[in-house]
């Protein structure tokens, strides 16, 4: 096909339950044939592969990637590096759009009002598909930009609601912040950061997107999980400090308050057995590393 208008991201993980709705709801869409459908599948060891390979038997369009088991920021920045349209919408494999003109509206949305995205409402659903109400309560459409993304992060939008400019179209590593900070928030929290960074977002109150969130321990679901242990307050505050360094936004009272709560959720770990465990490790590495250190000023001096 000649170079598509579209390029539509999707990762999965274990989604042989719900990659059928996903790719209908992407397939009817209005602008569908000036799409490229682009997907990465990150070491599903279910059918949603085997699913997907029928799809791509009756599309052209769509292109698999399947692979060993890399994480969602890998995955999802892989495939922004590929995409050659001159714009990306993203959709998580157990969601779905619930607009046939999604990409329509949105394209106009961007070039009407000169922003970098824009970004729907998302209707939240359980494992059933029983509606829970709508991820934001915004009564009105608004434009927000670095202010608002500091402010409000991940709360703006969800990853399956927003489009953006191609910005990735012979970027090289220019964007890698996003792939490194953290091996899971490349898709939501990165690339947030990253377009707020980057110029202004729409977002619109009508829903657009479904999200399918499921509470349950054993979630494939990354934002669905609950993230309050000490090592996923850690992993926040190494992706806030990534995020402080690459980008020209202000995150030292998140990054204060991510350490506090590192500090604060080891505490209440080290009255378990794990927790203890995690606690002496890091009194451990700490301590051998000024050990190191010391030895190495030393050797210098000599």
């Excluded at 509606?131 to 500091?150: F, L, P, S, T």
Aim: aromatic content about 12%.
């Amino acid at each position: 096909m000649r170079d598509p208008k579209i390029s539509v991201i999707i990762i999965t993980y274990f989604h042989e339950k719900y990659i059928r709705q996903a790719l209908e709801s992407v397939i009817s869409q209005t602008l569908f044939s000036e799409c490229e459908v682009l997907i990465g599948d990150d070491g599903s060891r279910d059918q949603t592969v085997e699913i997907l390979q029928l799809y791509k038997k009756q599309y052209s369009n769509i292109k698999i990637f399947a692979h060993e088991n890399q994480g969602i920021s890998r995955n999802v920045y892989n495939l922004f590096c590929m995409a050659k349209g001159n714009y990306i919408a993203i959709l998580e494999g157990d969601d779905y759009w619930i607009d046939n003109k999604k990409l329509e509206k949105q394209i106009e949305q961007i070039e009407k009002n000169g922003c970098i995205a824009a970004a729907g409402n998302s209707k939240i659903v359980d494992d059933n598909g029983k509606c829970y109400g709508y991820k934001n309560k915004r009564q009105i459409d608004c434009i927000v930009g670095k202010k608002e993304v500091e402010q409000y992060q991940t709360d703006l939008f969800m990853p399956s609601a927003v489009m953006f400019r191609n910005i990735f179209l012979n970027s090289e590593d220019k964007y890698l912040v996003i792939a490194n900070a953290s091996r899971m928030g490349g898709n939501h929290s990165g690339i947030i950061n990253l377009l707020g960074n980057s110029g202004m977002i729409y977002l619109s109150v009508e829903p657009y997107a479904v999200w399918r969130q499921n509470i349950v321990k054993k979630s494939t679901n990354y934002s669905s999980q609950n993230h309050d242990s000490f090592l996923d307050f850690y992993e926040a505050l190494r992706k806030y400090i990534a995020y402080n360094n690459a980008f020209d936004l202000n995150y030292s009272k998140t990054i204060k308050q991510l350490y506090s709560n590192c500090i604060e959720s080891l505490k209440k770990e080290t009255k378990t057995s794990i927790g203890k465990k995690l606690y002496w490790e890091c009194i451990c590495y700490n301590l051998c590393r000024r050990i190191y250190r010391f030895v190495i000023s030393c050797m210098k001096k000599r």
